[in-house]
């Protein structure tokens, strides 16, 4: 055997082996039905998924009523293990499937992933019965996002606005305080069990700000009430605003895809995902 085909034999990737080939092929169709649901094996696949996040949803606020007959807590905690079996096939599959396994695991959605599914197996069933664990049960509805191709536009459209939205957070940081403080200038003396402190006029202010008004703290001097009505006149466009940048948002987005769909059905006229 001659150098050249010694180094030929060596070089050659131990992919050429046939049940490295299956496994390749296996991995690629499972990632397939996981990431891409323009197929239709991937669109029922996130179709089950998004019904069982819904309805495992559903029973957590099922197990909440009272006077429930035993075979319900039985039917609840036998579908709570169907459940979490398969959100635990799919994380291991999503580990098994994806190029690069570290980097899934410590991405937002395989840290959701995982927070779903760890106390189950770590407490069992016992954390049906721990009031603080329900939050972590919440957290499924995250889950939703992969699937949900609303969400994903709804996420492509916080990315467009991210900037603009911190920097009016800020300015409504700062009317809030401004506001609170200017009512406790005025109430403060008249009212002085419920506007003791600035922040105890920052309760106001944000239930002001928002229009929520639920009517526990309410201004009684004339000035106060002014100060009122002008606070909640601006209030209604301090509403408006995130609500507009998310619309011009939301349309820029579908214009993008707009024009994505007609170029890809100008080079693609038989593609069946547009079909």
Request: charged share 20%; aromatic share 12%; no cysteine.
């Amino acid at each position: 055997m001659t150098p050249e085909t010694i180094r030929g034999a060596a070089s050659r990737p131990d992919d050429d082996t046939p049940g490295k080939r299956r496994r390749h092929s296996l991995r690629l169709r499972l990632r397939a039905l996981l990431e891409h649901q323009n197929t239709k094996a991937g669109h029922r696949f996130a179709l089950f998924i998004q019904a069982l996040i819904i309805l495992s949803l559903i029973a957590i606020a099922v197990e909440t009523l009272p006077g429930l007959p035993d075979w319900a807590h039985t039917a609840l905690g036998g579908f709570e293990w169907f459940v979490m079996i398969v959100f635990t096939l799919e994380y291991a599959a999503r580990l098994w499937s994806t190029a690069h396994p570290l980097r899934y695991a410590f991405s937002f959605y395989g840290l959701v992933d995982l927070a779903v599914i760890a106390p189950f197996w770590l407490l069992g069933a016992d954390m049906r019965e721990i009031r603080g664990l329900v939050l972590l049960r919440l957290l499924r509805l995250f889950k939703l996002g992969r699937y949900a191709r609303s969400l994903k536009h709804l996420r492509l459209a916080w990315k467009l606005v991210v900037d603009d939205v911190i920097a009016f957070a800020g300015v409504v940081a700062l009317f809030i305080y401004l506001s609170a403080l200017g009512i406790w200038e005025f109430e403060h003396e008249v009212q002085p069990e419920k506007f003791a402190t600035v922040f105890d006029a920052l309760w106001w202010a944000i239930i002001t700000l928002t229009t929520v008004g639920y009517g526990d703290v309410y201004p009684v001097t004339t000035g106060g009430r002014i100060f009122t009505m002008i606070i909640v006149l601006l209030g209604l466009g301090l509403v408006a605003v995130p609500s507009g940048l998310l619309a011009s948002a939301f349309q820029e987005i579908r214009r993008r895809e707009r024009e994505r769909r007609q170029r890809r059905s100008r080079w693609h006229p038989h593609d069946p995902e547009e079909a």
